[in-house]
């Protein structure tokens, strides 16, 4: 046969880059950055409003409990669809880059429609959504335009050149991603010290309680924190506060006792605009409840001033991540929580954790 009719492979040598090495590449670069940090508080909110639908609402289990195992899928999900564009049929690997940056553009879309700042995609320190959509947006075009170097495979073919070269990714993918051991506790500095909350300033009157458990001391910070904590504040409501381990991690000494009489507690961002919100609108004045603010100490953006100049104000250990979103509103009688509100917008369920009455646990 001459060159006249030799037939001459499909595509051009540009696609076939994108798909075998630009855009798997990219994927594996943004699962390490996750792998590496593995931190929860990183998963877009689109993808966490799903997994807490399916986890929390419909199955029962606590984002402390589910988070960490599905970070890791995912990114063993990332790894094993990179390793096939790499190695599998040209003509499924272009499909899986496009269905892929198709759907990591939607949630940057609706990250951007949000406000966020930060997708988490190359972690804490990563690119803006904005500047994560151009890229992600330009390679999907470039998958969509420039046909690989391969030919066409029937579906039945194509199913089994899949299947024969699935099972070494799926292996790695998942052998990396839940490979990497968790990371370590966080030693706490002020651990075991025994301080415990000190007496309420004159501003703050507390009412003397009848019940013997609510005179008990507060407990020591323990020696070593979680490096991460998720916390379902709607099941705080009815038990004591002091048996939540997130409030044991609370700098010492409390404004407070917060074990006698009523107490409104309000976590808080510095950066947080509804915090500034609910604070200003609700505690800017005289108290009649004694307030303390706990700041979660991980603000990125402008710091705004604390409107609640007759609160007590503490924080939350650096060095953790809070997967939490602020403000949380609760109302404590007695060292028990009988109101909370995650909802500031909401002026109806604040009003309820406010006026919350309820009767102290023995």
């Not at 966490?48 to 419909?58: H, S, Y």
């Not at 604070?279 to 004694?290: A, H, K």
């Not at 710091?303 to 809070?322: F, M, V």
């Not at 609760?330 to 109806?348: F, R």
């Amino acid at each position: 046969m001459n060159d006249s009719t030799r037939v001459k492979p499909s595509g051009n040598i540009l696609g076939t880059i994108l798909v075998r090495l630009a855009v798997p590449l990219w994927i594996l670069l943004g699962a390490s950055f996750k792998l590496w940090e593995r931190n929860p508080q990183l998963l877009p909110k689109p993808v966490t409003t799903v997994t807490d639908f399916i986890f929390v609402r419909g199955l029962g289990i606590s984002p402390e409990s589910y988070l960490d195992p599905v970070m890791r899928l995912m990114i063993a999900f990332e790894i094993t669809a990179a390793l096939l564009m790499i190695v599998g049929p040209v003509q499924a690997a272009r499909s899986l880059g496009i269905s892929l940056l198709s759907l990591f553009c939607v949630i940057l879309g609706v990250l951007i429609a949000s406000g966020a700042a930060s997708c988490g995609c190359f972690g804490a320190s990563g690119p803006s959504p904005t500047w994560m959509l151009a890229i992600d947006l330009t390679l999907l075009v470039g998958l969509c335009t420039l046909s690989p170097r391969g030919r066409r495979l029937p579906p039945a073919e194509l199913g089994r050149k899949v299947g024969a070269v699935m099972f070494v990714p799926l292996v790695l993918g998942l052998g990396i991603a839940y490979g990497v051991p968790k990371r370590a506790d966080v030693a706490m500095v002020d651990a075991n010290d025994g301080s415990s909350a000190i007496a309420p300033q004159p501003t703050q009157p507390t009412i003397p309680s009848t019940t013997p458990s609510a005179a008990a001391a507060w407990p020591p910070m323990p020696a070593t924190a979680k490096p991460w904590y998720a916390p379902e504040f709607e099941s705080w409501k009815g038990q004591r506060l002091d048996a939540q381990e997130l409030m044991l991690l609370v700098q010492r000494p409390l404004p407070a006792n917060l074990n006698v009489g009523r107490h409104h507690i309000v976590f808080m961002r510095e950066d947080c605009d509804h915090c500034h919100e609910l604070l200003n609108s609700y505690f800017s004045g005289p108290l009649t409840t004694p307030t303390i603010t706990i700041a979660i100490p991980d603000a990125t953006g402008e710091l705004l001033e604390n409107p609640c100049t007759e609160c007590g104000k503490t924080t939350l250990p650096k060095g953790i991540t809070y997967v939490l979103s602020t403000p949380v509103l609760l109302t404590v009688e007695d060292g028990v929580v009988i109101g909370v509100c995650t909802n500031s917008d909401d002026a109806n369920l604040v009003r309820a954790a406010l006026n919350a009455k309820g009767k102290t646990a023995p």
